[in-house]
C-alpha cells in the first residue's frame, strides 16, 4: 500500500541553524501538507500546497518557512534560523482528491 | 480558538464492549468531518469520514455518527480490541482541499 515518507525521523539541530525537512507524498496526489505537533499539544495546521504554489498558510507559518516541490516527487518544509519553540514532531500529509489526507511518520526536530 | 473540542482525554473500555469517542464544534459551515488514530512516533492514520450532509457512516467495526443540530460528532467502535488501544483524533475540513484542524485527542486503552 503506498504511503508518505519523511526523512529523517529524529533531526536535532542548534538555535539558529536552517534545517530541511524532507517528504516524499503518495505518488500520484495533488494537495500536500505540512502539520505539527508540540508536545503535550493538538496537530496543528501549518501550510497546504497546490500545482506548484501555495494555497493556504496559518499564521504559524510565517518568513522563516517555506515549501518547495523541487522534483516530482520531493516536499520540503525549510525552517530558516530555528527557534527553541520550533521543537515538534513535524507531519507531512498528502491527498489525491477526496477530503482524506494521508500522514507521514513525522520527523521530530530537536532545537537546542 | 476552541473550534472542535474533544473533552475526554482518555478512556478505558473492556476488550469486546463498545469504546465512544466524543468530539464537539463550534461552526456550523464544516464541510467533512474526519477521524484519525495515532500510536506513539507514528503519524496520524485515516479511519472513518462523514460529509455534512449525512448523519452516519459505517465501515466495519467503525461507526461515526453526526448530529448537527447539537454540532455532536461521535465514533462507535464495536467491539473494542486491544489493538484500537491508540490517541484519536477528530478533525474537520471547511472544503475539498483545504486544511484540517484537529481535536485534542482522546487517549483509548482497550484493557483485554
Known amino acids: 500500500e503506498p504511503e508518505v515518507t519523511q526523512t529523517p525521523s529524529h533531526q536535532v539541530t542548534q538555535m539558529g541553524q536552517e534545517v530541511i525537512l524532507r517528504c516524499v507524498p503518495i505518488?500520484?496526489?495533488?494537495?500536500f501538507y505540512w502539520y505539527r505537533q508540540i508536545l503535550g499539544q493538538k496537530v496543528e495546521f501549518l501550510v497546504s500546497?497546490?500545482?506548484?504554489?501555495?494555497?493556504?498558510k496559518s499564521e504559524i507559518f510565517d518568513d522563516q518557512f517555506s515549501v518547495e516541490r523541487p522534483d516530482g516527487s520531493n516536499f520540503t518544509l525549510k525552517i530558516r534560523s530555528t527557534k527553541l519553540e520550533d521543537s515538534a514532531m513535524y507531519f507531512c500529509?498528502?491527498?489525491?482528491?477526496?477530503?482524506?489526507?494521508?500522514f507521514g511518520p513525522g520527523t521530530r526536530l530537536t532545537v537546542t | 480558538d476552541q473550534q472542535v473540542k474533544q473533552n475526554s482525554p482518555s478512556l478505558s473500555v473492556q476488550e469486546g464492549r463498545i469504546s465512544i469517542l466524543n468530539c464537539d464544534y463550534t461552526n456550523s459551515m464544516f464541510d467533512y468531518f474526519l477521524w484519525y488514530k495515532k500510536y506513539p512516533a507514528e503519524g496520524p492514520t485515516f479511519l472513518i469520514s462523514?460529509?455534512?450532509?449525512?448523519d452516519k457512516n459505517e465501515d466495519g467495526r467503525f461507526t461515526v455518527f453526526l448530529n448537527k443540530s447539537a454540532k455532536h460528532l461521535s465514533l462507535h467502535i464495536v467491539p473494542s480490541q486491544p489493538g484500537d488501544s491508540a490517541v484519536y483524533f477528530c478533525?474537520?475540513?471547511?472544503?475539498?482541499?483545504?486544511?484540517?484542524?484537529f481535536g485534542q485527542g482522546t487517549e483509548l486503552s482497550v484493557k483485554p
Open positions: 462523514i460529509s455534512s450532509i449525512k
Open positions: 478533525a474537520y475540513s471547511e472544503n475539498q482541499g483545504g486544511k484540517l484542524i
Open positions: 500529509a498528502s491527498r489525491l482528491a477526496a477530503y482524506e489526507q494521508y
Open positions: 505518488s500520484n496526489h495533488l494537495y
Open positions: 500546497f497546490y500545482n506548484n504554489e501555495i494555497s493556504e
